[in-house]
């Protein structure tokens, strides 16, 4: 898996050419149009600031959300003014990704100079991966570079159909995502711990059965526990549980061995909320009309052990119901468990992340994913189609 795909080196000098990026600018907005998290377009900054470094003109292109058609309230223009903060220069803003306007707005660009244009989902065939859309797309640069690791596993006409109308490239995000994420499945240093968590079983089932052979530990938590726990023959009482999925759950603990870590106690709530009363029980003794919504103290305090003797950690899903504070010890003690480590230590997902960053940990832990469900698709070891169609180095 390690990445043997031409890289930005690979395009030649720069100086004067327009090089249309890829980018993963698909980030929070809140109902006035605020960005409340900028981590994916600080994760572009290396790439954007190399290539002005070189001299190119920089056309970068994104998705954001789920349009339809043209929707303001997600529109990429809040993420120019939050990039041009943060490389201290003007970013101009081009109000379609395509057309003539588009067009004359990257040529119009100074070297080192920087446009964002306008959300690609505002046009259907974006998710069509439509040969004529993305030879629009093609007209706004003379390179392509992809560096949005995010949106590799998707098809779509800016990841995938535009590579074949442009020498094209991974950006350094992508080489970095691919170094860190490939190193897991082709290299690990041992002992090597994967902690998955989650709601469903069969959003990670791929994952565990990609990674089961590979892995010293594999920890579970979230609500695709208790799907094991059925599996086993244990009474959930209202928890989350899969029964489409118990006969793969007890697959893979029938080929698990000691390998698989299961929680062996919960915090249950008798009812799915914040105010919910709560308490620490055996995972063999949740009762009727309550609901495991967190790993317990005996159980982070097994998983705590088992990451210190880690030399790699790969982390992705909460252990438990994180949106609520009553419920969210769990993630919170698994990543001070995992920033406290001396393993190289990965993070992907949404609540993983999260975690991490609102402990003030993120300078901790060696690499954090901007993947999500790439992520997890490059971890079940499948081909991601934006990384499958850049040139192979001779």
């Known amino acids: 898996m390690a990445l043997n795909k031409h890289t930005i080196g690979d395009l030649g000098a720069l100086a004067g050419k327009r090089a249309l990026v890829r980018v993963d600018f698909n980030v929070p907005l809140d109902k006035q149009g605020r960005i409340t998290d900028d981590t994916r377009i600080r994760g572009a900054q290396p790439t954007i600031q190399a290539l002005r470094t070189a001299g190119a003109r920089v056309i970068l292109m994104s998705h954001l959300g789920r349009p339809k058609s043209i929707d303001p309230a997600q529109s990429l223009k809040p993420t120019a003014t939050r990039l041009s903060e943060l490389i201290g220069t003007e970013v101009a803003f081009a109000d379609d990704c395509v057309g003539e306007r588009a067009v004359l707005a990257s040529r119009a660009l100074a070297d080192g100079g ?35 690791f995010g949106s590799a596993h998707r098809a779509h006409a800016s990841t995938e159909a535009v590579a074949h109308f442009l ?23 041992r002992p090597l711990v994967a902690i998955l968590g989650g709601a469903k079983i069969s959003d990670k089932l791929p994952v565990i059965q990609n990674l089961l052979p590979l892995v010293d530990k594999l920890l ?153 469900g790439a992520s997890l698709e490059f971890l079940e070891g499948k081909t991601l189609p934006g990384i499958a169609v850049l040139p192979d180095k001779a």
């Open 114 to 148: 920087v446009l964002v244009v306008e959300n690609t989902r505002y046009h259907k065939e974006e998710e069509k991966n439509d040969p004529a859309f993305a030879k629009e797309l093609a007209e706004l640069g003379d390179v392509y570079i992809n560096d949005a």
């Open 167 to 189: 020498p094209s490239a991974a950006g350094l995000l992508m080489e970095k995502e691919i170094a860190f994420l490939g190193k897991v499945l082709d290299a690990p240093e």
């Open 220 to 372: 579970i938590g979230g609500g695709m526990a208790n799907t094991f726990f059925k599996a086993q023959g244990l009474q959930m009482g209202d928890s989350l549980v899969e029964e489409s999925a118990l006969d793969a759950a007890r697959t893979v603990l029938a080929a698990a061995g000691d390998k698989l870590m299961l929680p062996i106690d919960a915090t249950v709530a008798d009812k799915f909320a914040a105010d919910a009363h709560h308490k620490v029980v055996g995972v063999s003794g949740v009762e009727p009309g309550w609901r495991i919504l967190d790993i317990g103290p005996a159980t982070i305090a097994a998983y705590s052990a088992a990451v210190k003797t880690a030399r790699m950690v790969v982390w992705n899903g909460p252990m438990g119901v994180f949106e609520m504070p009553a419920f969210a010890l769990g993630t919170n003690a698994l990543a001070h468990a995992v920033a406290d480590s001396a393993a190289i230590s990965i993070v992907g997902g949404g609540d993983s992340v999260a975690a991490i960053e609102q402990a003030g940990l993120a300078d901790k832990i060696t690499h954090i994913s901007t993947g999500g």
